[in-house]
């Protein structure tokens, strides 16, 4: 059988990489990005995101062990005082020069109730370590996103999300948390009681305070099949409203420069437990890396070579709980864009956005995701009132990614699409205030938590009050 | 005789010469998950951060304890190592997640996980 790797190999032997490219400017291509120095002048070590592209030197770092100590922080720490989960935001939300805040001191199990499914837990816990402690107790998160390294309460502040027409984003599914606020205060919300800040601050991009425990509604531990499979792109785009209303989970990933795609659904099931088998994602992208150095400025080549190395690719399965199957190591590193749109134009942006790249710009090799996810009624949710289709754009992180604001960004606002706050965007204040109906009442209950913008840095004050 | 005299020479002479065992990867792997620092802050710190990708063979980290797989980056030097965790380096992101660490926890945490405590 021909593999993936043979053709791609076969295609340099015939000599195209001598026309797609010289090897010394791949090479150069892909150097590592030069990091800032581990420590400034005054000896502050050195804070980056996870994909390398936000920096700082944070004068003091805090990690309290309980809610006492944390209001502590909050109200007389240098400030921007600034909460970071793990640093799996694009955006500037965490870099400060005063305080970084991590809650990994207050994680874990609180306490559960069987009977309704629900369990609270302290927002500093990974969302990796979450799905084993809730399995212990029979419970799962109906949904969980396509890495699980997170934070809860970094995942719930960005508005995190898997996917899945009925099912709804990490904060749609909060029924109470507790937060501390710079003023002292530990205000515990629900539906009923604080109701307000309860909407407000759901997702709240750390900057109303810092939550410190959460209630989930979970779900009974569920067996889940995990299916993946490559198809035509055109095929796909055309029965995605099929694909959604039939899967509990389900997305695709759209390979630019291929006409292929690769589907990924997920459903309840009552076949044996077989577990995931070794991670294949990382070959496949670093081959549609190899393919992109070696034939990017032979679309019709590279095309070709797809075909023939992805198209029969067999079918991947997996049967376990969701919590094994639903997120993936991510190992290679990669800066991202992500908007969520009304789920009647996600299909016409996704060609739009597929037909801009693949004129102007043959080094991205990237997959584009797309996904789908249940309403809210979280103020500051990018899915508030409304079904979303979102679309996300990915650029290897040594690659340039400012086509991601060139190219991309206006194909995406142009469809009404509201930006992931963890990931990149250009937004202000203005512009959330026409997106977002609440905004404004989100904005005011910030600044009644945080009158002397504690809480804020220059990205957070451009997005809540300048911009 | 003289070949059975040999034979249990070189086996005793095997069972007393120190050398790590060879595992398969995922051999490696469940290894790496029973090991913990012994220092309670530390154990903390790894649990939390390094643990959650240096137990798993997929994210294509060296596995903790797995002295071969760290031949080459201890061969580099503590400073070096320091620099490439703070910074981050491939795969590995900056500061490994870690964002309470000092420098002196990833020093021993580096030296743990590269089974070079002492």
């Known amino acids: 059988m021909t593999t993936r790797r043979t053709v791609i190999a076969g295609a340099a032997g015939a000599g195209v990489a001598a026309v797609g490219g010289a090897v010394g400017y791949r090479a150069w291509r892909d150097r590592e990005p030069a990091s800032p120095a581990a420590q400034d002048n005054e000896g502050r070590l050195l804070w980056r ?89 029979g419970q799962e998160m109906a949904n969980l996103p396509d890495i699980n390294k997170q934070s809860l309460g970094g995942a719930l502040g960005t508005g995190t999300h898997g996917t899945g027409r009925t099912l709804k984003a990490i904060h749609g599914d909060v029924i109470a948390f507790r937060l501390a606020t710079p003023k002292g205060d530990v205000i515990a919300c629900d539906r009923t009681t604080n109701a307000d800040i309860f909407h407000a601050a759901r997702v709240n991009l750390g900057a109303f305070g810092a ?78 890396k190899a393919l992109r150095d070696l034939t990017g400025f032979l679309p019709g080549v590279r095309r070709s070579l797809a075909q023939s190395a992805f198209k029969d690719a067999p079918p991947e399965e997996a049967v376990d709980e969701g919590w094994k199957l639903l997120s993936n190591e991510r190992p290679v590193r990669f800066n991202e864009m992500e908007y969520h749109l009304p789920l009647d134009v996600q299909m016409t942006a996704l060609r739009e956005v597929i037909a801009a790249i693949e004129k102007h710009r043959p080094d991205v090799f990237f997959p584009i995701e797309a996904r789908v996810i249940e309403k809210d009624d979280a103020w500051l ?37 509201r930006p992931h706050w963890g990931k990149l965007h250009s937004l202000k204040a203005a512009d959330f205030a026409t997106l977002y109906p609440r905004f404004k009442d989100a904005a005011a209950a910030r600044e009644t938590l945080d009158p002397e913008g504690r809480m804020l840095n220059d990205h957070l004050r451009a997005v809540f009050i300048d911009g | 005789m003289r070949r059975i005299a040999t034979a249990t020479a070189l086996a005793l002479m095997a069972a007393c010469t120190p050398s790590a065992p060879q595992r398969t990867p995922a051999e490696a792997a469940a290894h790496a998950l029973t ?75 580096i030296a743990f996980m590269a089974d070079r405590e002492h």
């Open chain 2, 35 to 109: 090991l913990t620092p012994k220092d309670a802050r530390l154990a903390d710190l790894y649990a939390q951060s390094c643990k959650t990708c240096h137990t798993v063979l997929d994210t294509s980290a060296p596995l903790t304890g797995d002295r071969d797989a760290w031949d080459a980056r201890w061969k580099k030097g503590k400073p070096a190592l320091l620099t490439s965790t703070v910074g981050g380096l491939g795969g590995m992101p900056a500061g490994g997640q870690c964002f309470s660490c000092t420098p002196a926890d990833y020093e021993a945490l």
């Open chain 1, 211 to 288: 939550v410190s425990e959460v209630t989930l509604q979970n779900q009974p531990l569920k067996r889940v099949l995990k299916r993946t499979t490559a198809h035509q792109l055109d095929a796909i785009i055309e029965d995605w409203p099929n694909l959604i209303a039939q899967h509990r989970n389900v997305e695709f990933y759209a390979i630019p420069f291929t006409g292929l795609a690769a589907l990924i659904t997920v459903d309840e099931t009552d076949r044996p437990v077989s577990p995931r088998g070794p991670d294949a994602d990382v070959d496949a992208v670093m081959e549609l």
């Open chain 1, 381 to 417: 949710s990018p899915f508030f009132e409304r079904v979303s289709g979102s679309i996300a754009v990915h650029a290897y992180y040594k690659d340039d990614y400012r086509f991601l604001f060139d190219l991309v960004e206006p194909i995406l606002r142009k469809h009404g699409g």
């Open chain 1, 49 to 137: 995101n996870w994909s390398g592209i936000q920096n700082a030197y944070p004068q003091q770092r805090a990690a309290p062990d309980g809610e006492e100590a944390l209001v502590g922080i909050l109200k007389s720490a240098p400030g921007p005082v600034r909460p970071v989960g793990a640093g799996h935001s694009f955006t500037p939300l965490v870099p400060t020069t005063g305080t970084l805040l991590t809650l990994d001191r207050m994680s874990g199990l609180v306490s559960h109730d069987a009977a309704n499914h629900r369990a609270t837990v302290r927002a500093g816990t990974r969302l990796g370590d979450l799905g084993p402690a809730l399995a212990a107790i």
